[in-house]
């Protein structure tokens, strides 16, 4: 049985970075690519970022690029979001996600993934 379970979630103000983690168990790591999902109150969950298997192609939601970065352990088992230079609008719960078999142009879609973890927080407010 595969688990995905993220933390590193909290509450921080405009500008200040926070970084996620994502520890996938049950199955190695490098099975999976992996992906980066939000959903913020009434809204719908939306593509975050997205990494392949062995890290090679990354994708990035236009929202965050250049301030958020995606990158993986698949030693630890463990997949990372860097954000930094943080928004209001960035506040959200945060799931990661993880899926084989993913065709490229098919990363961003929430759809393409098997797991998901429970989520975590992420507030940013001053």
């Known amino acids: 049985q595969v688990q995905v379970v993220e933390s590193g979630g909290g509450w921080v103000q405009p500008g200040d970075s926070l970084r996620l983690s994502c520890v996938v168990s049950?199955?190695?790591?490098?099975?999976?690519?992996m992906g980066w999902f939000r959903q913020a109150p009434g809204q719908e969950r939306e593509f975050v970022a997205a990494?392949?298997?062995?890290?090679?192609?990354?994708r990035y939601a236009d929202s965050v690029k250049g301030r958020f970065t995606i990158s993986r352990n698949n030693a630890e088992n463990t997949v990372y979001l860097q954000m930094n230079s943080l928004k209001s609008e960035d506040t959200a719960v945060y799931y990661c996600?993880?899926?084989?078999?993913?065709?490229?142009?098919?990363?961003?879609?929430?759809?393409?993934?098997?797991?998901y973890g429970p989520g975590t927080q992420v507030t940013v407010s001053s």
């Open positions: 049950g199955r190695a790591l490098s099975n999976y690519d």
């Open positions: 990494i392949r298997r062995y890290g090679g192609t990354t």
């Open positions: 996600a993880a899926g084989s078999g993913i065709i490229l142009s098919a990363l961003t879609r929430g759809d393409q993934y098997d797991y």
